[in-house]
């Protein structure tokens, strides 16, 4: 059972990236599926999540309109389309898994990818 994040990478502000979170070994789709991410010297947040029966949320206000999260169920993945980047962004992006409906909270999630490192910058 593997959970695995990707598609980061360092882009100019007002740039674009689409993160993916890959799974083996298990169907996402019997999931809720949150993207984390961590700043420097900062606390772990929650970003978005889609519920098992694809709702979506976004918790920083600073991300909604820009972010968008969706999932392809074929592929067994999970994205996030991240939009008109601000510096602010700069992070590591992680995605994990819950059972239950969608929270933003770190300690419900159960299974965590190893992050993939997003870095805006002019």
């Known amino acids: 059972v593997q959970l695995q994040a990707s598609g980061g990478g360092a882009v100019q502000p007002g740039g674009s990236l689409r993160l993916s979170c890959a799974a083996s070994g298990f169907r996402l789709d019997n999931y809720a599926i949150g993207w984390f991410r961590q700043a420097p010297g900062k606390e772990r947040e929650g970003v978005s999540c889609i519920s098992r029966n694809d709702g979506r949320i976004y918790y920083p206000n600073s991300v909604k309109g820009r972010f968008n999260i969706s999932r392809d169920n074929a592929k067994n993945t999970v994205y996030l389309q991240m939009n008109n980047l601000k510096p602010e962004d700069t992070a590591v992006y992680y995605c994990?898994?819950?059972?239950?409906?969608?929270?933003?909270?770190?300690?419900?999630?159960?299974?965590w990818g190893q992050g993939t490192l997003v870095t805006v910058s002019s």
């Open positions: 994990a898994t819950r059972i239950h409906r969608c929270t933003q909270w770190t300690s419900d999630f159960g299974s």
